[in-house]
């Protein structure tokens, strides 16, 4: 029978993870002395021991060195410890240290297998194949000692019989990344192994006003509810959950004060979607609505429509149009927003400790802020707001004089730059895949020619990613997030087989062909004042790779990812 683990016992920092035949032994090496953890490989059930198998001297078990257990995943027959393997200390979170995960890795605990039917193995196979692709979650952090999933108002609120809780139950469970691979650790009352993981970004700087050393912190944590990636998850679930929700908290430190501010980003919360076919841009598809298509103009319009019914004096809406008023290069242009919200910040405020960690001041309301992704525009948006609420807390600490900037600091301003650039970046790639765009206002403060030729190449890679990885990535997300939940009696069915072209049509070849056409079609260009005959030549080139183009963009199926998860439980 399993001891019950002390709720007051801190997590383990360090361990060891040796690896025997028939099971992985975790053993706690920080110091702490406490009971190892004995994972069997057969089905994956747990139990503590205080004292560690006898090692077999012809087979010598391997040991290695871990910094904490992410979880446990149950798939058709077996089960999957998933574990960190190195880690990287980005700075700290209100006093403690954060790290990043720097590598993941899954044990199977599938000795069962072998005597499943063949069927079983085979899909047990592609399942437990996805969690390759687990292993390489970008963006993801964790702490011993505090928790990551709260603000700091709301840990600064928190009581204190709740500060006393172990930290996974202190953990806002919208933001905890690891929430469902925890559960049979949960149910086995292991505490201290039970190490709470966010996904998002984490980044910070120290720059000098004058005498003043200031200390900025910003840190995002992505809701798991509706996550996973562009195109593939979009709009909001009927629970009200959006994709790509992102909670972002900028906190700064300057002379034993401290203040956070906090902002959120989200989908248009309407019940909409985009199907990947092919095309650069999909036609938005509104579910459950009477309209069944339109642009991005037809979306706005209907959550416009939607907010009519609920505006009031705590909750307003703005409709920015951001390419219509700043274009491609006129960013600063964004202050005409700012002018619009500006009475709203000043009256929702932020959270301003004093040097006795005193409460002086509370944030009463969140800017929401997004486009169609909630990327670019919306990472362009959300700066230039934090900036805005940088400036008037040096105000208030009379660091700053009325009419000072964080402008007026070149190094301030460079490092706040870079701050918001890189969150931008992370979370960017986490939902699409790549970089954001539009980054090089961020990060210079203005469109740089270098700028938008990056630009281009992170639009096209998205485009790749969005119809021919992310269906994938996306089903390993919805595995380790409880999403789909793997069962025998629904996942025991024969996959179809294709044939045909379907079973040879790839994008890569068919881009070649594509870019093999119009090459041929350039070169023949280049020769038609030297002979007529080369028109005829580069119309057919060019002809040829319009048809090739044209059947990738009808038969988009045939060239997309993998055969999808069957429809998820949320």
């Not at 491609?328 to 040097?355: A, K, M, P, T």
């Not at 890189?422 to 990060?443: C, E, M, P, W």
Request: glycine share 8%.
């Amino acid at each position: 029978m399993m001891e019950k683990a002390d709720s007051g016992q801190k997590l383990y920092t360090r361990m060891r993870l040796w690896e025997f035949p028939d099971q992985y032994v975790i053993e706690p090496t920080d110091g702490s002395h406490g009971s190892s953890l004995a994972v069997s490989r057969v089905d994956g059930s747990m139990q503590l021991i205080d004292k560690l198998p006898d090692s077999n001297s012809v087979r010598v078990p391997k040991i290695r060195t871990i910094f904490g257990v992410v979880g446990i995943l149950k798939l058709l027959a077996g089960s999957y410890l998933m574990v960190i393997t190195d880690r990287e200390c980005v700075g700290s979170y209100l006093g403690h240290p954060i790290f990043k995960v720097s590598s993941l890795k899954v044990f199977p605990c599938d000795h069962s297998l072998k005597n499943s039917p063949t069927e079983q193995k085979k899909m047990e196979t592609e399942f437990s194949g996805l969690l390759n692709i687990a292993e390489r979650t970008p963006g993801l952090y964790f702490s011993y000692e505090t928790n990551l999933t709260l603000s700091a108002q709301r840990l600064h609120d928190l009581g204190d019989e709740s500060k006393l809780l172990p930290l996974w139950r202190q953990a806002e469970p919208r933001f905890l990344w690891n929430n469902y691979m925890l559960e049979g650790l949960i149910d086995s009352k292991l505490d201290p192994y039970l190490l709470p993981i966010v996904q998002g970004s984490f980044h910070h700087f120290q720059a000098a006003i004058g005498k003043d050393i200031i200390d900025v912190t910003l840190i995002a944590r992505r809701c798991t509810r509706r996550n996973g990636t562009r195109m593939w998850r979009r709009g909001a679930d009927s629970d009200g959950y959006v994709a790509n929700f992102v909670e972002t908290e900028q906190i700064m430190h300057l002379n034993g004060f401290t203040a956070s501010f906090v902002q959120v980003r989200g989908s248009i919360p309407l019940l909409w979607e985009q199907i990947v076919d092919l095309t650069y841009k999909p036609k938005f598809e509104l579910v459950r609505l009477e309209e069944s298509h339109g642009g991005e103009g037809r979306l706005s319009e209907k959550f416009a429509n939607a907010m009519q019914h609920i505006v009031s004096d705590d909750l307003r809406y703005w409709h920015f149009d951001f390419h219509h008023i700043c274009g491609h290069v006129h960013f600063e242009r964004l202050s005409i927003l700012y002018e619009q919200i500006v009475d709203f910040l000043d009256r929702n405020g932020y959270l301003l400790l004093n040097e006795k960690g005193e409460k002086m001041k509370e944030q009463l309301g969140v800017v929401r802020t997004n486009c169609i992704d909630c990327l670019d525009r919306t990472n362009v948006t959300q700066s230039m707001i934090a900036r805005n609420m940088l400036e008037g807390q040096l105000r208030r600490l009379g660091i700053f004089a009325a009419e000072e900037t964080i402008s007026s600091h070149p190094n301030l301003d460079e490092c706040f730059k870079i701050l918001w650039a890189n969150h931008g970046d992370d979370i960017s790639i986490q939902y699409s895949g790549t970089a954001a765009l539009k980054g090089d206002f961020v990060r210079c403060g203005k469109r740089t020619m270098q700028g938008i030729a990056k630009d281009g190449i992170n639009a096209l890679l998205r485009y790749y990613f969005n119809n021919f990885v992310d269906g994938t990535k996306q089903d390993a997300i919805d595995l380790l997030q409880g999403h789909y939940i793997v069962s025998v009696s629904r996942d025991m069915t024969p996959s179809s087989q294709k044939g045909g072209l379907e079973a040879v049509a790839s994008f890569p070849l068919a881009l070649s062909f594509v870019l093999t056409g119009f090459f041929f079609a350039t070169l023949s260009l280049r020769q038609v004042r030297y002979d007529l005959r080369h028109l005829f030549f580069s119309v057919i080139w060019a002809g040829l790779s319009v048809a090739i183009a044209a059947f990738v963009r009808a038969n988009g199926r045939i060239f997309c990812n993998r055969p999808r998860l069957h429809k998820p439980r949320c």
